[in-house]
């Protein structure tokens, strides 16, 4: 019998399954090699690359959306209105000139932004589960430069507009303008949704010197004076800070307090003369730039001798 390299390795498999049927691995084997990461940050292009590793059920499912939603003709951004409900027709498909990887990687966006806002998913830190957007109004005017996600990702603001059209939009607005408060007093302990994302828009994520951690993985923290202290829930006073890096400060010994210039400076416990304190450029790298130096004192990993 003569078969083809696909068809000998079908062929193959088949032999396995029917010789060792149960494999010589477990289902704790298997579920510890599943996993999804990005291998890297972004590239200069700002394209991404991951590495997924699927159980079964999830190569399953992903099959079974695939099967429409990455057909010919479906969820593709080049169309002015992408068939997303119902089937394309014939002059759709026929202009799909993209690969089957670019329809599967259309398939998945089309499949998380209908996902995201829904209001029955709760919300994460106070705001519902979306993506939330930093921009300047001189870049969205000029329809050029970037914006920052919550996450780090930089999107280019072509693509931010074009998202923008999908979303649930967020504006910020200062006290005076149309009457919503940024300054809570001791009224409440729980930071609003308007003032985390201006601390989205402000810190991009933890405050510690050297913290990665993006802002959709940080919590509010009192800068100054914790509420439970006597502290305000004023923006002026509030920052972004991990869950770990928050419990430096309740329980390591660790202080922080608010810069004249709006940053929020670390201060490490005074019997660890050794530790760096500071503030963190991580989520900031334009302020490495010439133009836009880093603030006082700033090394090359965001901190800067206490």
């Not at 399954?17 to 291998?39: H, I, Q, Y």
């Not at 202290?229 to 400060?249: E, K, M, R, S, W």
Request: contains cysteine; aromatic residues 6%.
């Amino acid at each position: 019998m003569n078969l083809r390299p696909d068809q000998l390795e079908k062929v193959a498999a088949q032999l396995s399954l029917l010789l060792n049927p149960d494999g010589t691995f477990s289902d704790e084997d298997r579920a510890r090699k599943r996993g999804f990461v990005w291998c890297g940050g972004q590239g200069v292009d700002g394209m991404s690359v991951g590495k997924l590793v699927a159980d079964p059920e999830l190569r399953a499912a992903v099959d079974a959306w695939m099967a429409k939603y990455a057909a010919p003709g479906m969820c593709n951004p080049a169309d002015e209105s992408p068939t997303v409900l119902g089937e394309p027709t014939d002059e759709v498909i026929g202009g799909d000139q993209r690969s089957y990887g670019q329809r599967q990687h259309d398939a998945l966006t089309a499949l998380l932004r209908g996902a995201l806002g829904d209001p029955k998913f709760g919300q994460h830190h106070g705001l519902p589960v979306t993506v939330i957007v930093s921009a300047t109004l001189q870049d969205l005017q000029n329809q050029t430069g970037h914006a920052v996600t919550a996450a780090g990702t930089v999107i280019p603001i072509p693509e931010l507009i074009r998202l923008s059209a999908h979303a649930y939009h967020y504006l910020a607005l200062f006290d005076g303008v149309n009457g919503r408060a940024l300054w809570l007093g001791r009224t409440k302990r729980i930071a609003s949704a308007d003032q985390r994302i201006i601390l989205h828009s402000k810190d991009r994520g933890c405050t510690r010197p050297g913290c990665d951690a993006p802002g959709y993985h940080s919590e509010v923290h009192h800068a100054a004076r914790d509420w439970k202290h006597g502290g305000a829930t004023d923006i002026d006073d509030l920052t972004l800070a991990c869950g770990p890096d928050n419990q430096l400060v309740e329980t390591g010994g660790w202080t922080t307090r608010k810069r004249p210039d709006g940053a929020t400076e670390w201060i490490p416990p005074p019997d660890l003369p050794m530790i760096r304190g500071g503030i963190n450029t991580y989520h900031h790298p334009e302020r490495l730039l010439g133009d836009d130096p880093p603030r006082d004192g700033a090394d090359d990993d965001g901190g800067e001798a206490a």
